[in-house]
Antibody, heavy 126, light 110 residues
Framework: QVQLQESGPGLVKPSDTLSLTCTVS?????????WGWIRQPPGKGLEWIGS???????YYNPSLKSRVTMSADTSKNQFSLRLNSVTAADTATYFC???????????????????WGQGTLVTVSS | QSALTQPPSASGSPGQSVTISCTGT?????????VSWYQQHPGKAPKLIIY???KRPSGVPDRFSGSKSGITASLTVSGLQSEDEADYYC??????????FGGGTKLTVL
C-alpha cells in the first residue's frame, strides 16, 4: 500500500523560502496517479496548494500561484514544495497526498485525495 | 475561487443520523460530480470517506453516505457512534484545474 511522508524544516524565518519533500513508498510517482500538497493553519480548515500530473504539468491554487513551486524527482520517488516570501500566515501543517484525476488536452479534472501523509507543522517565525 | 460553505458545527446522539451540508456554486459543486468528503480526527491526517459524490472507499462503513442537489452536497452519518466525532471537510473540483475545500464542520456526538 502507498505511504507518504513529509520532511523538511519545522521553523522558517519570515521572508525566507519554505521547502518540503514528500517521499512516496509502495507506489511509483511515475505511474498513473497524481500528487499534491494541502495545508492547514492551526485550528483552521484545509487549503489546496497545488497538484501535478504524471506528465509533469503542475497546477496551483491561484491565491498562492505567485509564490509556489512544485517539482518531482522520479529517481527518488519524491516530490517537493517550495513557498517563497513566507509570512506568519503561512504557518500550517503541510500534507502531501495522492490525488485521483483525469488529465488531457492541457486540462486536469481533480477527483479526490485517496492517500495522505501524516503532515508536518511548519512555523514561520523569527 | 472561494471556499465551499459548511456549517461550523453539527451534533447528534448515538444512534441518530446527522447531515452536513456543503454549498458551492455552479462553477464547482453544481458543475461537476467530483465531490469528496474527508474525516479528520485531532492531530491526524484527513481520511477519505466519500468520493465522486456518493461512493465509499473500501473499509468505510455504509453508515456514511453522500449526495448532491444543485450546488449543495451533503454527507449523512447514520447510526452515530462515538468514534464519528471528528471534523469533516468537503472538497470539489473547482474548475480550470483547481480544487476547493469547505471550511470544515465539527461533529459532536452527544
Amino acid at each position: 500500500q502507498v505511504q507518504l511522508q513529509e520532511s523538511g524544516p519545522g521553523l522558517v524565518k519570515p521572508s525566507d523560502t519554505l521547502s518540503l519533500t514528500c517521499t512516496v513508498s509502495g507506489y511509483s510517482i511515475s505511474s498513473d496517479y497524481r500528487w499534491g500538497w494541502i495545508r492547514q493553519p492551526p485550528g483552521k480548515g484545509l487549503e489546496w496548494i497545488g497538484s501535478m500530473d504524471d506528465t509533469g504539468s503542475i497546477y496551483y491554487n491561484p491565491s498562492l500561484k505567485s509564490r509556489v513551486t512544485m517539482s518531482a524527482d522520479t529517481s527518488k520517488n519524491q516530490f517537493s514544495l517550495r513557498l517563497n516570501s513566507v509570512t506568519a500566515a503561512d504557518t500550517a501543517t503541510y500534507f502531501c497526498a495522492r490525488v485521483r484525476g483525469f488529465c488531457g488536452g492541457g486540462r486536469c479534472y481533480w477527483y479526490y485525495f485517496d492517500s495522505w501523509g501524516q503532515g508536518t507543522l511548519v512555523t514561520v517565525s523569527s | 475561487q472561494s471556499a465551499l460553505t459548511q456549517p461550523p458545527s453539527a451534533s447528534g446522539s448515538p444512534g441518530q443520523s446527522v447531515t452536513i451540508s456543503c454549498t458551492g456554486t455552479t462553477n464547482d459543486i453544481g458543475g461537476y460530480s467530483y465531490v469528496s468528503w474527508y474525516q479528520q480526527h485531532p492531530g491526524k491526517a484527513p481520511k477519505l470517506i466519500i468520493y465522486e459524490v456518493n461512493k465509499r472507499p473500501s473499509g468505510v462503513p455504509d453508515r456514511f453516505s453522500g449526495s448532491k442537489s444543485g450546488i449543495t452536497a451533503s454527507l449523512t452519518v447514520s447510526g452515530l457512534q462515538s468514534e464519528d466525532e471528528a471534523d469533516y471537510y468537503c472538497n470539489s473540483y473547482g474548475g480550470i484545474n483547481t480544487l476547493v475545500f469547505g471550511g470544515g464542520t465539527k461533529l459532536t456526538v452527544l
